[in-house]
């Protein structure tokens, strides 16, 4: 029986609990990319379960990290540019408060996170 912060394969819960087994990288390209005091650190790479860009944000030395499968890069990218382009068309307007949707109205919420709701939830990826 799993304990109160073990899953049911004696797992435990969340993900920054303790490290992961190390799984040797390749990396296959680098880019950086300064922006005002943050440097963007992007590394495609590939291990045993595939390749994925992982994204490392550096802010006077404190790195967070994300990680997105080479599955979903080009609508990774493709959400990126949406975001971007519509930032810079509305470059001019106050902020409300409220975000919106792709037509212009305040986004209802599910209750659920975002990534619940576009996507089912869970994580996928590999790194």
């Known amino acids: 029986m799993a304990s109160h912060n073990q899953s049911e394969d004696g797992r ?3 993900g920054g609990g303790g490290r992961r087994p190390h799984v040797e990288e390749n ?4 880019a950086e ?6 440097l963007f650190l992007f ?3 590939e291990n045993i379960r595939g390749r994925f860009l992982r994204i490392t ?10 990680i997105v499968p080479a599955s979903g890069l080009k609508e990774f990218a ?7 382009e519509w930032a810079e068309a509305n470059a001019g307007e106050a902020v409300s408060g409220e975000p919106k949707d792709e037509a212009g ?22 790194g």
């Open 12 to 14: 435990p819960f969340g």
């Open 27 to 30: 990396t296959l390209r680098t």
């Open 33 to 38: 990319l300064k922006v005002e005091r943050k």
């Open 43 to 45: 590394a495609l790479k």
């Open 57 to 66: 944000e550096d802010v006077g030395g404190r790195r967070d990290h994300i």
């Open 78 to 84: 493709q959400v990126i540019q949406e975001l971007a």
């Open 105 to 126: 109205e305040e986004a209802q919420d599910s209750g659920q996170p975002d990534s619940a709701a576009s996507d089912g939830g869970g994580e996928t990826g590999a």
